[in-house]
């Protein structure tokens, strides 16, 4: 299947701070990539829709002023958590869809905010 | 109601075991329709697109009955390694794509 790449793996960071998630689709381009959250023991829940070229569509009660996201070209998303605060604390997870509608997911990113 | 809904379980079952997995969703315009699994704190991986006709995997089987709206995942000959969070996944090809996932089915298989 195809690759999708994520970093950092793990993040650690103080209240107040903003952290940067990078996404990458590593062998396909990626015209739409998504980005999720999941809290430990939950399903997970999408957070915004990322469009390449475009504003990124969010999801009711997601706050786009928070999650910054960036669609910078056809292999590459970032989200951007700003200001961070403790309830932010989740593991996040990106994937970046083909043209068959599939979705490969990048292997998540654990942002802990102390 | 849920637009995919899934039995959450947990299905415990025996090594060698058979067991299934229904999942039913909402929206007759759904197009596309997948299995993913995810096992604890990692990200969910593609087990197999499921399409009209039915297809296999080695020991996995999917379905899809659109008139009655629903997919199933038959896994045959349970291994430890099966355990894990099975996610019935339901996309459209409208409203960019957007995939809508189930809340998944816990499945533990011990020895």
């Known amino acids: 299947g195809a690759v999708v790449s994520q970093h950092p793996s793990r993040v650690i960071c103080k209240s107040g701070t903003s952290v940067k998630i990078e996404c990458r689709s590593l062998d396909f381009q990626a015209t739409t990539m998504f980005w999720y959250r999941q809290f430990p023991k939950q399903s997970l829940m999408l957070m915004a829709t990322s469009n390449e070229g475009s504003k990124a569509t969010y999801e009711q009660g997601v706050e786009k002023d928070k999650f910054l996201i960036n669609h910078a070209s056809l292999t590459l998303s970032t989200l951007t958590v700003t200001s961070a605060h403790p309830e932010d604390s989740s593991f996040y997870i990106c994937?970046?869809?083909?043209?068959?509608?599939?979705?490969?997911f990048g292997p998540g990113t654990r942002l802990t905010v102390t | 109601r849920k637009e995919v809904e899934q039995d959450p379980g947990p299905f415990n079952v025996p090594e060698g075991a058979t067991v299934a997995f229904n999942c039913t969703y909402s929206n007759s315009a759904s197009q596309s329709f997948f299995w993913y699994r995810q096992d604890c704190r990692k990200e969910p991986k593609l087990l197999m697109s499921v399409y009209s006709s039915g297809n296999e995997d080695g020991r996995f089987t999917a379905q899809l009955n659109r008139a009655s709206q629903y997919i199933s995942l038959l896994i045959r000959d349970s291994k430890l390694s099966d355990s894990a969070t099975y996610l019935c996944v339901v996309a459209y090809n409208t409203n960019a794509g957007k995939s809508t996932f189930g809340d998944g089915t816990t499945l533990t298989v011990k020895p």
């Open positions: 994937s970046a869809r083909t043209s068959g509608n599939e979705q490969y």
